[in-house]
């Protein structure tokens, strides 16, 4: 027990003195999950808005097909990529494999479908006359998209939040696809994995407590974000 303890003190420790490994560690997670929310972001909005809005011959088979990828396990997913960036695969040459790309092409994977499918359910959730008025206005194409989507807002906010806590915490595709490589494309949830096998509870316990903090704010925005969405 008093191991715990005393890792404990030393996690703390490592955090208020800014540790350079501690710091490098969480700037290259952050990294990371920016760049793999630029591409969720960029492609699940509008594919969300179009699976919402339009009516289509195959529309809730899609449907059913994004929801379950909601649940899809991060170590498949990291395998699938893995066998496309890999040397030998298709992506081979683009050198993608170990590389914060890499991870992110699997993060992507894993938090698009959670915006495709809140942001869809957000924009069938609207009032039926919004879409009447705003065609009567003139409104078509990007703006009729951007102003449903301003009046889903919450919803859209609570999808981009969701997807995030998910990627931020995913640890196996992140492990096969960036190695874990110290300095490089070590994560949180990586180092915690490695640091903790090697029995040095200290760094783990710092990161935990850190991801822990990191977590602890998304919920507490969830929360918010959905009372203002049923007011």
Not at 99 to 121: D, E, F, H, N, W
Not at 128 to 140: D, F, I, Q, Y
Request: proline content about 2%; overall charge neutral; charged content about 15%.
């Amino acid at each position: 027990m008093d191991f715990i303890v005393e890792g404990f003190i030393q996690g703390i420790g490592l955090i208020f003195s800014m540790d350079e490994e501690t710091l490098n560690i969480v700037l290259t997670t952050l990294q990371l999950t920016g760049l793999s929310m630029l591409g969720i972001l960029g492609l699940g909005l509008p594919l969300g808005f179009m699976l919402g809005y339009f009516d289509f011959p195959g529309k809730h088979t899609l449907r059913t097909f994004v929801d379950t990828l909601l649940s899809i396990p991060t170590v498949v997913v990291g395998l699938l990529v893995y066998a496309f960036i890999c040397r030998s695969g298709p992506l081979g040459d683009f050198e993608l494999l170990f590389s914060i790309k890499g991870m992110a092409i699997g993060q992507l994977i894993l938090g698009l479908p959670i915006v495709i499918s809140y942001t869809a359910s957000a924009i069938e959730g609207l009032d039926s006359r919004l879409s009447m008025t705003l065609k009567t206005l003139g409104a078509t194409g990007t703006k009729l998209a951007l102003t449903s989507l301003w009046e889903g807002r919450f919803q859209v906010l609570v999808a981009a939040i969701t997807s995030y806590g998910r990627i931020i915490g995913e640890v196996g595709s992140a492990m096969m696809l960036g190695g874990n490589i110290k300095w490089h494309t070590r994560t949180i949830t990586t180092a915690i994995t490695l640091e903790t096998g090697k029995g040095d509870f200290a760094l783990g316990i710092a990161l935990g407590v850190i991801l822990l903090a990191i977590s602890l704010s998304l919920n507490i925005a969830l929360s918010f974000l959905r009372r203002r969405a049923a007011d």
